[in-house]
Structures are given as C-alpha cells and as structure tokens.
C-alpha cells in the first residue's frame, strides 16, 4: 500500500514549503462531497499526528490517514499545467467514475 508523488509534484510542494518556510510533507485525504460522493483533501503538513501513515517520496513525507488511504492506495499526485493552467493532478487507480468537472469521484 503507498501514495506517491510525481518528480514534478515533489518539486512543486519543496518550492512551496521553502517559500512557506516551514514544513515536512503534503497530507492526502478523502472527504463526502461533490456529486460523485468523494472530493480530495490537500494540505500542508508540519507534523506527523498519531495513527498517520507516511510514505516517502523524492525526499518528502506523504501522510494519509487508514479510512483515506482505503481510497487511495496506489495514487500518484502529479502537478501539470494544461495552457494557463496550473494545478495537482490525482492519478488514482482505484476511482470508477468521475463527476463532469473532476471535483469528485467514487471508487
């Protein structure tokens, strides 16, 4: 079981967390939402909680939690940019189908 990130993800969440000036990793999680049931949590991440999993990835610390990781297991979180936009993108090989705007998704 492991979530990853892509080289350019990796170079895109150290950038941010030395502008940042503080931090050890990006938190990866799961919510109810949207109109397929699931949406994505991203967030910053100074400490590792208990009951966190962590993975390492090029150098940084990916922290789920054991109900988000059940969704996640074998994602990558790539960053790419598709004409003037910019974004992280979740390559997740368990979802089934996607809302019409890929805010959400079921498994």
Same mark, same amino acid.
Not at 2 to 29: C, D, M, P, W, Y
Not at 69 to 78: I, K, P, S, V
């Given at each position: 079981?492991?979530?990853?990130?892509?080289?350019?993800?990796?170079?895109?969440v #150290?950038?941010?967390? %030395?502008?940042? @000036?503080?931090?050890? @990793?990006?938190?990866? @999680?799961?919510?109810?939402?949207?109109?397929?049931?699931?949406? *994505?949590?991203?967030?910053?991440?100074?400490?590792?909680?208990d009951?966190?999993? %962590? $993975?390492?990835?090029?150098?940084?610390?990916?922290? #789920?939690?054991?109900?988000?990781?059940? *969704?996640?297991?074998? #994602?990558?979180?790539? $960053?790419?940019?598709?004409?003037? &936009?910019?974004? $992280?993108? $979740? &390559?997740?090989? &368990?979802?089934? &189908?996607?809302?019409?705007?890929?805010?959400?998704?079921?498994?």
């Amino acid at each position: 079981m492991a979530i990853s990130l892509s080289e350019r993800a990796a170079k895109h969440v #150290t950038n941010f967390l %030395q502008k940042r @000036g503080k931090g050890i @990793g990006i938190r990866l @999680g799961v919510r109810t939402s949207g109109c397929s049931g699931m949406a *994505y949590k991203l967030e910053f991440v100074d400490e590792v909680l208990d009951g966190d999993l %962590q $993975f390492d990835s090029h150098g940084l610390k990916v922290i #789920t939690d054991a109900k988000s990781l059940a *969704y996640l297991d074998g #994602t990558e979180l790539d $960053f790419v940019r598709e004409g003037l &936009n910019e974004g $992280f993108k $979740f &390559n997740n090989p &368990n979802v089934k &189908n996607e809302c019409g705007c890929g805010e959400s998704f079921n498994v």
